[in-house]
């Protein structure tokens, strides 16, 4: 059997009181979308220390205590590449919000999350993650706006 390759990927959410940071991608994967600030995995870093390193490339702010929420596969038709996105969410955080090259970051009330101008997916696994609540999930889209099957559970703990 050959191996189905996956890519590894951070998505960190920083909250604030009522708010939530997202950013709009201003370019590649995804552009024009709001999502939370993440990206590729180096070889020689944990999954951790990327997601640190994303957000402070991607907003200006260095960020501690990341707990892990979710562990999410998206698989798209045509594509044998599995994304295997680890969301982590924090309150913890120096510097100042500055826009970069990736992304345009703003502020959000947490019950104004703008979904309509979101990947399809963050509906779903969104409020787990709002409440806290590790989850592990997976979807499978057609295109990058529909998708086709998904699941998502609660779970204790989340491996690595
Ligand atoms: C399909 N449904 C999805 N729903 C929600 N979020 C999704 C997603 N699919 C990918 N994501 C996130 O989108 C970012 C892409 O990052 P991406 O630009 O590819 O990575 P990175 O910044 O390393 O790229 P550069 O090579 O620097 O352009 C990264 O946070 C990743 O977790």
Redesign the pocket.
């Known amino acids: 059997m050959a191996k189905i390759p996956k890519k590894v990927?951070?998505?960190?959410f920083i909250r604030r009181d009522d708010q939530i940071l997202l950013g709009r991608?201003k370019?590649?994967?995804?552009e024009g979308?709001w999502?939370?600030?993440?990206?590729?995995v180096d070889l020689d870093e944990t999954i951790s220390d990327a997601a640190v390193r994303?957000v402070r490339?991607?907003c200006g702010l260095l960020v501690t205590n990341l707990k892990k929420l979710g562990v999410?596969d998206?698989e798209?038709v045509g594509d044998p590449v599995i994304?295997n996105?680890?969301?982590f969410s924090t309150v913890d955080f120096t510097g100042n919000v500055t826009e970069s090259e990736?992304m345009s970051p703003q502020w959000y009330k947490v019950h104004e999350v703008p979904f309509e101008k979101?990947?399809?997916?963050?509906p779903h696994w969104f409020p787990y993650m709002l409440d806290n609540k590790k989850f592990n999930a997976y979807?499978l889209?057609e295109g990058?706006e529909k998708i086709i099957s998904h699941w998502i559970k609660e779970v204790e703990s989340l491996d690595e």
């Open positions: 990927l951070t998505l960190a991608k370019r590649g994967f995804g979308k999502n939370g600030f993440g990206g590729k994303e490339e991607e999410i998206f798209f994304l996105v680890h969301v990736e979101m990947w399809k997916d963050d979807f889209f990058h």
